[in-house]
């Protein structure tokens, strides 16, 4: 009942707000100060702090309270303007690296630009997107997004926008904030957060400000069996449209192993030693499926991962005299996402005189095989005795920004030097074993793969887990940057006013995966050791580039209700230096430089008119340039992993490479960078944006409006997706597959190569809308804020001929994402008085179509019949239910110096709605944990205390 009164009520709001309009600021931008002098993001010149020709959205150090986030990327991931974004739980199926990102309108995390104070800050690789894990949501006084291209003044990275996270500054107080949260099914998933802050100095009575400040604050896992809706895993029943369906998403890497036989005659026998000679499966997370076991990875994997933060900041303002400032900030940041998911999954080839397969040998005779017919033998294997495959994924950061600010004969100025890296380690935690130890383990006898699991077999394997660093990077960037604005004559509306900047920048990247995780290769001739469960075929990457731009920017106010603006900037990147060059094959080659010189320019001209003093009506247009990565350059090819369940492709069938077909499963990848210099070279992506909006304040208490936009990309760099090379029934991509020795199997298996190249052309459409409207009355304040975006397009050609264009607003797509239609927030505050304040927020995600199941390819549902088995596999297109939440708040200001805030999220315990699934955003099956929260009911206090 309550999920039907809420789908009414967001329908009848999201109406409305067509009606009314979209894209306005809780305040209206006509009623601040005129004299108030300050930078806007977006724009290099200080000006008067109206609403401008730019949607810029600003939140509060009380609207982030407001919330309930006690992460930065928590925060940035409950705005209505960001989708395809990396969540942390990303990083349970050994990807995601422990980040957490952000991207504006669904564009990409590599087109959305985070800036520290204004300042850019260190990637987590080689482009652009910042780890948001880094950044102590604590320490940040307020954020400002902008929510339009603005490469002309800030780069060739923020062709999606800006998110600007501003830091606290000129504090004087001793300040202590706790925050303690829990779901109310367990403490599972708990998270607890302290930060203390004490400032020095005021810096405008007394000239100089110094802040301290640390926190720590922690996440407890979440694991696929703490919750209902996914402790079943790939045995997960349910019904839809009167039907009884089950979803059958088992591994055939099994526990015990399973064995394939091939025989002399062409034939082939699967089986299971420890089904045939006990008659069962183990109950162990395990399935029969006729002489087989299958396991249900999806029940052991986490949901969330266990998340760890230390933070310090420091800061430094000193004003040296009136027209000039130094400053300097520093922030170092530890974080660690320990992120587990199922058991190590690996086919290993059997040595026919080994004990491995003496131990295999009874059952396959008990069968009434003759076992001198076999010619080869392969074990597909779940290490369950190794533990869950768990990273601990670590991110060192650290970030000092310092220079002058200052005013010299009517010209404000800043010169500024910016340092900041980020070092990223993966440790092997647990689950990942020595391929060496484990085959001298199974050799000898001491564990025996076809038993079941046990305490005894597990203390037999332990000595093969892996506890070790597998892979170190660092990424970094040094920045010199200036910048100058002042006026320059006076127009009908004001004084005219210019702006100036260069800056230069040095970004370099290196990797260096341990000896395990390379694996024997021509660099380690003597090593022989793989990692089992894990990648082995890394090979380091040393690269580095140079760049540097300069803009200018014209602020014209041409009547005194029109304001132009025009903003140009040129950039040039250096071709990439790359210090560790590896041939296709492996050998390392003298250094060299790839890629090729890359520079454009861009511009940007926008305008805001008001033709009355309550309204506004603003546009810009826009273009953008992005350079390619380095590492799209650099990459040596190596082992990309694995691919999603596929069935092997037709053209593969009838190809000599057929013998390593394996029908429906997990394929190898292999990828690396594109390394063409000249001509041939990667080519910067293009891009042409505008923006069409209004703000209309039809009377004092109400602010509404519109915001129009649009994004073409051109010429993106990015590999063929997966489901179209393998699932290709022409042979065009046929040249892409190939035979790969892989030393963990240690047998050739069927590989695709997916590199790089300019193909993908994209559009982005929407409307951003932020309504507010206050009101007072005798039982206080109250103020009503809704925010959301409507997205109208986000098509993607994948540049191949033939290839139908991606449409993927609500639906999920071939590159396994949802662009949700509508994504909105609606809050209201209550404030009775200046001591009490009360809110209540609720989000709402529009349904989707889920992807699409088919029973010739994906095999992964069927009917369920009475007995609750499964039945005939089946076809299924459906569709995933909206999802809403209601959050409540209320805080105490007991005095100057103690506040407690007391909140519950997800007031009405919402599941997050079924899907099936099984591609993209982990191992977890039943829902999509990158779009939904998987806590349920939370419970959170916080308590503020100043001295």
């Given at each position: ?19 009314m ?5 809780a ?21 008067i ?37 990396v ?12 980040t ?32 948001l894990?880094?950044?102590?949501l604590?320490?940040?006084?307020r ?5 339009d291209?603005?490469?002309?003044l800030?780069?060739?990275?923020a ?23 829990t ?24 000239g ?13 896992e979440?694991n ?8 079943m ?49 183990p ?9 087989r076991?299958?396991?249900d990875?999806?029940?052991t ?8 933060r ?22 170092a940041?530890?974080?660690t ?25 009874p ?9 001198a ?8 294997l779940?290490?369950?005795d190794?533990?869950?495959r ?11 920004a310092?220079?002058?600010e ?6 404000d ?30 050799a ?17 394997l ?23 604005s ?16 260069a800056?230069?920048?040095t970004?370099?990247?290196?990797d ?15 090593w ?26 014209l ?15 040129y950039?040039?990147y ?18 060299a ?13 926008s305008?805001?008119f008001?033709p ?7 546009a ?55 390394s ?16 069409l ?26 590999s063929?997706p ?19 020795y ?60 033939g290839e ?29 008085s200046?001591?009490?304040t ?5 989000g709402?995600?529009s ?6 199941i ?11 019949n009475?007995?609750?088995s ?10 995933v ?9 209320s805080?105490?200001?007991f ?22 699934r099984?591609?993209?955003?982990g ?17 959170y ?7």
């Amino acid at each position: 009942m309550v999920e039907k009164i809420l789908s009414r009520s967001v329908r009848l709001m999201f109406a409305s707000g067509v009606v009314m309009g979209a894209g306005m600021l809780a305040q209206p931008a006509f009623a601040q100060d005129a004299t108030q002098r300050i930078e806007i993001t977006g724009s290099s010149i200080k000006r008067i702090a109206v609403e401008g020709a730019l949607p810029v959205q600003t939140l509060s150090k009380a609207q982030i309270e407001q919330s309930g986030a006690t992460t930065a990327a928590d925060l940035i991931a409950s705005l209505p303007s960001m989708q395809g974004f990396v969540s942390s739980s990303a990083s349970v199926n050994g990807g995601g690296g422990g980040t957490q990102t952000a991207s504006i309108h669904g564009i990409g995390d590599g087109y959305t630009l985070v800036l520290l104070n204004g300042r850019r800050v260190a990637p987590f690789t080689t482009g652009s997107t910042v780890n948001l894990a880094s950044i102590p949501l604590s320490a940040v006084e307020r954020v400002e997004i902008l929510t339009d291209g603005a490469s002309a003044l800030y780069g060739s990275d923020a062709i999606a926008g800006v998110v600007n996270f501003v830091l606290k500054k000129n504090q004087k107080d001793f300040n202590i904030e706790f925050t303690y949260s829990t779901p109310q099914e367990s403490s599972k998933g708990k998270t607890t957060n302290v930060a203390i802050s004490k400032g020095f100095g005021d810096l405008n009575k007394d000239g100089y400000n110094v802040l301290l400040a640390y926190s720590h604050d922690e996440q407890a896992e979440l694991n696929a069996a703490d919750r209902e809706f996914t402790k079943m895993g790939g045995q997960t029943a349910f019904n839809e449209n009167g039907k009884k369906y089950i979803m059958t998403m088992t591994s055939g890497n099994s526990t015990p192993g399973n064995v394939t036989v091939r025989r002399s005659d062409g034939g082939a026998v699967n089986f299971n030693p420890y089904k045939i000679l006990n008659g069962t499966c183990p109950a162990l997370n395990t399935v029969a499926a006729g002489d087989r076991c299958r396991f249900d990875y999806a029940q052991t994997v986490q949901i969330m991962p266990e998340l760890k933060r230390d933070s310090f900041m420091g800061t430094l303002n000193y004003q040296i005299n009136d027209d000039l400032k130094f400053y300097a900030e520093t922030l170092a940041t530890k974080f660690t996402s320990t992120a587990a998911f199922a058991a190590p999954a690996q086919p290993l080839g059997i040595d026919l005189k080994s004990k491995v397969w003496a131990n295999a040998l009874p059952a396959y005779v008990k069968m009434g095989f003759n076992p001198a017919n076999v010619t080869s033998a392969t074990m597909n294997l779940r290490l369950v005795d190794s533990g869950r495959r768990t990273d601990g994924w670590e991110t060192n950061s650290k970030h000092l920004a310092t220079g002058l600010e200052g005013t010299f004969k009517n010209w404000d100025y800043a010169l500024g030097y910016i340092f900041s890296e980020n070092k990223s380690i993966d440790n092997a935690v647990a689950g990942y074993t020595s391929g060496e130890k484990l085959d001298a383990l199974m050799a000898s006898g001491a564990f025996n793969p076809f038993l079941a699991p046990s305490a005894a077999q597990k203390a037999a394997l332990a000595p093969a887990v892996l506890h070790q660093v597998l892979d170190t990077s660092t990424s970094s960037i040094s920045v010199l940057n200036l910048r100058a604005s002042t006026s320059l004559f006076q127009m009908a509306g004001g004084a005219a006013s210019i702006g100036l900047g260069a800056d230069a920048m040095t970004q370099k990247y290196v990797d260096n995966p341990s000896a395990i995780a390379q694996g024997p290769n021509i660099q380690q001739p003597n090593w022989t050791d793989t990692n089992v469960g894990g990648g082995t075929g890394a090979l380091p990457v040393d690269a580095s580039r140079k760049s540097w731009g300069g803009f200018t920017e014209l602020q014209m106010p041409v009547l005194k209700n029109l304001d132009v603006n025009f903003a140009a900037r040129y950039d040039s990147y250096d071709a990439v230096k790359n210090a560790k060059n590896f041939d296709d094959l492996g050998n390392l080659r003298a250094p060299a430089t790839q890629g090729s010189k890359q520079s454009s320019a861009t511009y940007k001209l926008s305008a805001a008119f008001r033709p009355v003093d309550n309204t506004l009506l603003r546009a810009s247009y826009g273009t953008g340039f992005k350079a390619p990565n380095m590492t799209s350059i650099t990459q040596p090819i190596v082992n990309g992993g694995s691919s999603n369940f596929y069935d092997c492709p037709g053209p593969v069938k009838s190809s000599p490479l057929s013998s390593l077909c394996n029908g429906y499963a997990e394929y190898g990848l292999l990828s690396g960078g594109n390394s063409a210099t000249g001509s041939t070279a990667l080519k910067p992506e293009q891009s042409k944006q505008w923006t069409l909006g209004f703000r209309v304040e039809p009377i004092q208490s109400v602010s509404v409006g519109f915001d129009l936009w649009e994004v073409k990309l051109k010429d993106q760099i990015t590999s063929l997706p997966q489901s179209l090379v393998f699932q290709d029934k022409t042979g065009k991509y046929l040249p892409l597959f190939s035979a790969y020795y892989d030393p963990i199997q240690k047998q050739k298996v069927l590989v695709a190569t997916l590199s790089p190249f300019n193909l993908a052309n994209a559009k982005f459409q929407g409307i951003d809308w932020d309504h507010s409207y206050r009101m007072n009355t005798s039982a206080g304040k109250v103020t009503f804020n809704w925010t959301g975006t409507y997205m109208l397009k986000a098509d993607s050609d994948s540049g191949v001929p033939g290839e139908a264009t991606e449409k993927s607003v609500g639906r999920f797509d071939k590159y396994n994402n949802v662009t949700f239609r509508v994504i909105s927030r609606l809050s209201a505050i209550w404030k009775p008085s200046d001591r009490y304040t009360h809110s209540a927020t609720l989000g709402y995600h529009s349904s989707y179509t889920d992807q699409v199941i088919t029973a010739d390819n994906d095999g992964s549902l069927a009917l369920r019949n009475a007995d609750g088995s499964a039945g005939d596999n089946v076809d299924l297109t459906r569709t995933v239910r909206a999802y809403y939440t209601l959050d409540l708040q209320s805080k105490v200001k007991f005095s100057n110096n103690l506040t407690i805030t007391g909140g519950i999220k997800n007031l009405f315990n919402q599941d997050p709605p079924l899907s099936i699934r099984n591609a993209g955003g982990g191992n977890h099956l039943g829902i999509d944990g990158r779009y939904t929260d998987p806590l349920g009911r939370q419970f959170y206090v916080v308590g503020n205390l100043k001295f």
